[in-house]
């Protein structure tokens, strides 16, 4: 693999040529690196993905926009994002935003892991065919192969109408040999609509919050529970594994793991990881549903 300035580098003069751009939008700064955008600069946040039994074991790294303006106010240097739902804009910064998530992926000391890449589902209509193409010339220049991500697209972004379009260019994706994620943002309980379109794109992994409300441990949690263990089987039963998101206390720790949740994520789970050098598992559950002891453009913004 090239040395990382040779292959920012090189990515760079590709997005030149590609969107014949004066110079290129990458950099690298402090050891991070970052894209422009307009008067934006775009960089990588990491949320690890962990085994719900086994919090110390991670499954992969969901990757998250951050951004921020050094000339321009934040407020007005957004009207570059509203801007780019013109296709060819939208393209082009999906594109980049992807090729910055990686190239700093590339940095994390277990690399080996599944890199979760949110992708804007108006993208995904936008572009036509042989979706993931681009994105396969770019992880080969990284020495790194579709099978080691996981397209990420949110089911609050776009409804029934579009599911047909969308269903159809993740299937080309899948045929390239990237997996597929479906994110439910909104409460974890998927309206009908939202459960038609997981069965419809018959996702990899199924992405939810947990819905257990900041202090569980003050309240009766059973229906709760009830409706993410429902929420959960559906997807299991259609072959996808289930991240419960947005764990922030032990207590939801247990209630995700009682749920059947296959892999969580969390600021819980890295506060315990500086604390003790390792996250703590989750308590067991027993069968009574209680416990002995969980839109700017939709490419991840943190």
């Known amino acids: 693999m090239l040395l990382p300035s040779l292959l920012i580098g090189d990515l760079g003069n590709l997005f030149k040529q590609e969107s014949a751009l004066d110079e290129s939008p990458l950099l690298l700064r402090d050891g991070q690196v970052e894209g422009r955008f307009g008067d934006l600069y775009l960089s990588t946040v990491f949320k690890h993905i962990r085994s719900a039994a086994q919090p110390g074991r991670v499954n992969g790294y969901q990757a998250g926009l951050r951004l921020y303006a050094e000339r321009e ?43 979760f890449l949110p992708v804007n589902p108006n993208y995904v209509i936008a572009v036509k065919k042989n979706h993931g ?29 579009a599911a047909t379009a969308v269903a159809r260019g993740l299937e080309n994706y899948r045929a390239r040999g990237y997996q597929i994620a479906l994110q439910s943002e909104r409460k974890p309980h998927p309206e009908n609509s939202e459960l038609a379109l997981l069965r419809e794109i018959n996702p990899d992994y199924f ?32 072959g996808a594994e289930v991240v419960v998101e947005g764990v922030a206390s032990a207590r939801q720790a247990d209630l995700s793991l009682a749920a059947g949740a296959n892999w969580v994520q969390g600021e819980y789970y890295e506060a315990e990881q500086q604390r003790t050098g390792s996250a ?4 067991p559950a027993n069968d009574s549903g209680d416990i002995d002891l969980g839109a700017l453009l939709a490419v991840g913004f943190a």
Do not use: K, M
């Not at 780019?84 to 939208?90: D, E, N, W, Y």
């Not at 396969?136 to 409804?159: F, H």
């Not at 059973?222 to 997807?235: F, P």
């Open 133 to 161: 193409a681009y994105f396969e010339d770019v992880l080969a220049r990284c020495e790194r192969s579709p099978q080691q991500v996981v397209v990420s697209v949110s089911l609050g972004l776009w409804d029934g109408r």
């Open 207 to 238: 992405i939810t919050p947990h819905g257990f409300g900041p202090a569980p441990d003050r309240f009766d949690t059973t229906e709760a529970l009830s409706r993410l263990r429902s929420t959960i089987s559906v997807a299991r039963g259609l």
């Open 73 to 115: 106010s934040p407020h007005f240097a957004l009207d570059d994002f509203a801007n780019a739902q013109h296709t060819s804009a939208l393209i082009n910064l999906d594109r980049l935003c992807r090729t910055i998530h990686l190239l700093n992926f590339l940095g994390l000391p277990d690399n080996d892991a599944r890199l």
């Open 280 to 283: 703590r598992p989750a308590a």
